[in-house]
């Protein structure tokens, strides 16, 4: 089976990095994904990364994908208090339904001014 | 406007109450899905439908029913509410497998 987990809350200072992790079981995952959640809205596309890929980085955020340990992590540099949210990291997989996402937990990022 | 739209966004009931939220998408897409998210559990997937003649259960669809009225319409039904059910309920579409496109969320409270 399928199982996504995340660390639940991550603490930093405006300016600092952020380094929020993930492991996941099933190696035929396909795509990664990070989605974002601020307060009192659904959950947004971040970034996301092929699984034949080690690295992708989009300005402020750098993803890492270990394939071997299952293992993906999201950095955001210079960290802002806007990216205050819950991030979620997801899988992709394809099965006879079509691809489909597992979810984590959810790991909410905190920033202080 | 959004371009998932979900009705109501607030809802306070009583167990047994049959309860639908409805969502509805402009964004032309053939997939949508209905999960729960409670804290700490992440998504957890209800129900889904690729196109309007089709409807599949997710990992927890007991207790939940769905319709797909037309390709931008698409509604959970609890038919008879119980306190477990309380949690945030979103619904979403997707143009293929990996983007998926949030409504804002509908917080359901059960009593």
């Known amino acids: 089976g399928e199982d996504v987990e995340q660390s639940l809350f991550l603490s930093v200072r405006e300016g600092d990095s952020s380094v929020i992790n993930c492991t996941y079981t099933d190696s035929s995952s396909t795509y990664l994904y990070w989605y974002k959640q601020e307060p009192g809205a659904g959950l947004q596309l971040l970034t996301y990364i092929f699984s034949n890929m080690d690295m992708k980085q989009d300005q402020r955020l750098t993803v890492l994908l270990n394939k071997k340990d299952k293992h993906l992590s999201l950095r955001i540099a210079d960290t802002q208090t806007g990216d205050s949210a819950i991030y979620f990291c997801a899988e992709s997989r394809e099965d006879n339904a079509g691809n489909m996402l597992t979810f984590g937990g959810g790991t909410r990022l905190m920033v202080k001014p | 406007d959004a371009d998932v739209t979900q009705t109501p966004r607030n809802r306070i009931t009583k167990t047994g109450k049959r309860i639908m939220l409805e969502c509805s998408q402009t964004k032309g897409h053939d997939r949508m899905y209905w999960y729960r998210q409670d804290p700490g559990l992440g998504l957890q997937l209800i129900y889904y439908s690729f196109d309007v003649k089709d409807i599949n259960k997710g990992e927890i669809s007991d207790g939940y029913s769905v319709s797909r009225q037309a390709q931008a319409k698409f509604s959970l039904s609890l038919e008879s509410a119980i306190p477990n059910q309380t949690a945030l309920y979103f619904c979403?579409?997707?143009?293929?497998?990996?983007?998926?496109?949030f409504g804002e969320g509908s917080r359901l409270t059960v009593l």
């Open positions: 979403a579409t997707s143009p293929n497998a990996g983007e998926l496109f």
